[in-house]
Structure formats: structure tokens, C-alpha cells
């Protein structure tokens, strides 16, 4: 029997390069570009005819919500962002399609700096920075970019980076981009943060420049924190500056919901915090807050925002009624918290183990071959409805399947416990060894058709 190209996708991850390395060629013939991407496959791209729209790029259709339509079937979906349940509140959904019926997609025109400013806008930042506890804010249209660009802005080539690293690929990109020096300490060991702290204080005393830390408040994938105390804690012996990416903490984390910095009373020793609409807000944008001074900087030259368009208003009045509901209606996030620990707390007693996650974000880990992962997937999409992601090495350890689970406020205990189950029965069947099989079989099975991947 031949063997599915699909079986082999998942250990597609281990292969991607992530370094850019150059090298030296004797001279050739030029070559169009075109011509060497037309027959170039990446470390997944070589497998889109037979992932794409089942394993990548799905297709999930309906209404925003924990019950959508995938491949045509009713599934029961926990790989939606909105933590809150925002993305189709009704009210939300009113607020966003008056601001469109007044405003029009296109107002206003131009850059902030050039001819994009409404007070609209500024009402927003204002309303940011003091629900984060900053002195002013920055809005930006989008979280990667914004990202990349808030760390080109900050630092010169005098001055060392130092991150985190599991940190996400926008702050990679984004110290990619640095000229100077950059260190990289293991994910969450505060041993390893000092011994690159040390390294890069020696380097920075050299070239008169400074310090950056860069970590994450919640890390997306594992669900952990970052050990933002003990980090600010560092500070008084290594003077340096702390960027938090909040992106998975705002609106979640904290009394209030004003992020990780607020959960461990240290919203006062992050220096710029940084945050993305695309979670709690369930809405395009992100933001940006700090000092007055450092804002102010940054509005002139952050090339992301400095060229290009500002941000619609209907996105910037569907912003504003989200924050209004995030501060005033505390029952979004205590029902989020009531799934979450439902879940978490129940996959744990079957005997699923769901890492150190200590927020909303929960993988379970499943032990078995990468190779497997792929049966695995389609039996909880196809045999218990149920949609999720599944992560493999090198993001997870070898021989380790992770499926990545997104609680929100508008899922529900019935959700859960057919969740848990469902889990339960995958690590039951994989333990018997009924995924021992080619793929063929679990595709035949359940009539997934090849042409239609």
C-alpha cells in the first residue's frame, strides 16, 4: 500500500529552517525568481495538496461561536480567540454595524500623522492607557506588525536585546531586525535570564547603549506565564527595560482584566505594554502604552503606523464599545474562568495532562508518535465533532501530540464534558493501539475525501 503524503505532514514542522544562513556560490547563470518559487516547496507547503483545508487553512463557517459548520458538519469548535465571547455579542455586533452605516469603511483617509487623526482615536488610546495604567497609548492596526515595529523603534544598534525564548514569531522578527546585539535566555529560568543579563550588560557598557527584555505575558501556545515579577524583580541589578506582548493576557488576566502585569501586581515595572485587539476584543488592531515620552516617540517613528492608513472607524468605535464592556460587565471573564477551570480541572482528573498552563489558553498532551497525529485529528473532528488545533515537534517534544484548546465565556459545562470525554476515549483508543494504522483507513472510514483536502 502506498503511503498518504498526509501521514507525513506533522513531522513536516521538525525540517523548517529558523535561521536565514548565507553562503557563498560560484558564480551561475541568473535565474528568474518566479521560476525557482514555481518549484520550490517549503517545509509544509510540500504538503498542501493533501492538508490544505482540512489541516491547514479550514474553513470554519456560521456564526461566531462554540458550535460552527466545518466541512458541513456541526461541530463543537475551541480554536476561536474570542476569550470574552465579544466576537458576536449583540450589542457588539450593533455597535459595529452603526459605525459602519455612519462612517464607511474608508474614513478617515490617510495616515494618523498626515490626515487620519479624529478625536475618536485619541478618545480610545486614552481609554487604554488608563485602564492598563499607563500615561499614554498608541494605537496600531495590526498586532505582528505593530510588534516588529515597536522593537525596530526602541532600540539602536548600541543597544542588546535579551528574550525570551519561546517568545512569539513577531517579537523573533522583530529582534531579527535589531543591528545590534541580541540574547536569548531559556523559556521561563530566570538562572538563564541573569547568566544573558551578564552578557549583555558587559556589551552594553562597551558601546554606551542599553537593555531590552522581551517576554510574553501569556505564552499562546503552552498557556503558561511569564515570570513577570521575578523578571521586574531583575531590574534593580541589571537596568534594563521590559516590553511585555500581553496579547492572550488582556482582558483575561488580573482583577480587572488589564493583563498579567495587573495578575501579578506589577503593572508599574513593565516599561511598554503591548497588546492585540485580535483576543478578548475579538476585533482587528492593537496597542501600544507607556510613558508620555516614550508614546510620543514612538507615534514619529514607527514606520508601520508613520505609512500607513489609520484605522478605520468602525474598527475604532467597535474597540471603544469592547473596552466599555470589558470594564463595566465582569460577568464575560468569570464565565470564561468558570470553563476554563471546568475544563482544565476535569481533563486533569481523566488523567490528560495539560502542562503548566495557569491561564485560559489549555493544551492537552497526548503521548504517541507525531506520525499519529494525523489519525488522531480526524477521529476528534469526525467521530466526536469536536474542532481543535494539534500541534507536533518541534513546537512540542518528539514522541508528544498537543491539542490546543480555547475556552471561551460563551461556551458552556455541557461543552465540556463532552469535551473531556472525547479526550478521555483518544487516549484510551491511542493506549490500545487502534491509530496503529495507515491514515487510509481513518480517511475511508469516515468517507474524508482526498480530492477535497
Known sequence: MVTHPLKYFFNSFRFIPLRNYTKTFKHKDMTDIFDKLRDKKSALGQYRSVAHGYISFPKLEGPIGPMMT????????????????????????KADADAAKEWGLAYPMGARMMSGQTKYHEQLEQELADFVCKEKAYLLNYGYQGMVSIIQSLVDRNDVIVYDSESHACILDGCQLHFGKRFVFEHNNMESLKKQLEHAKKVAEKTNGGILVITEGVFGMAGDLGKLDEIVALKKDYSFRLLIDDAHGFGTMGEKGAGTGEHFKVQDGIDVYFSTFAKSMALIGAFVAAEKKIIDYLQYVMRSQVFAKSLPMPMVIGALKRLDMLRSDPSHKANLWKVVNALQSGLTKMGLDIGETNSSVTPVYIKGPAELAGNMLIEIREFHKIFCSVVVYPVVPKDVVMFRLIPTAVHNLEHVERTIAAFKDLKDKLEAGYFNKPIEEFIAKYNVKIEDF
Open 70 to 93: 466545518f466541512r458541513g458538519k456541526e461541530v463543537l469548535t475551541w480554536s476561536i480567540n474570542s476569550y470574552l465571547g465579544l466576537a458576536n455579542h449583540p450589542e457588539v455586533r
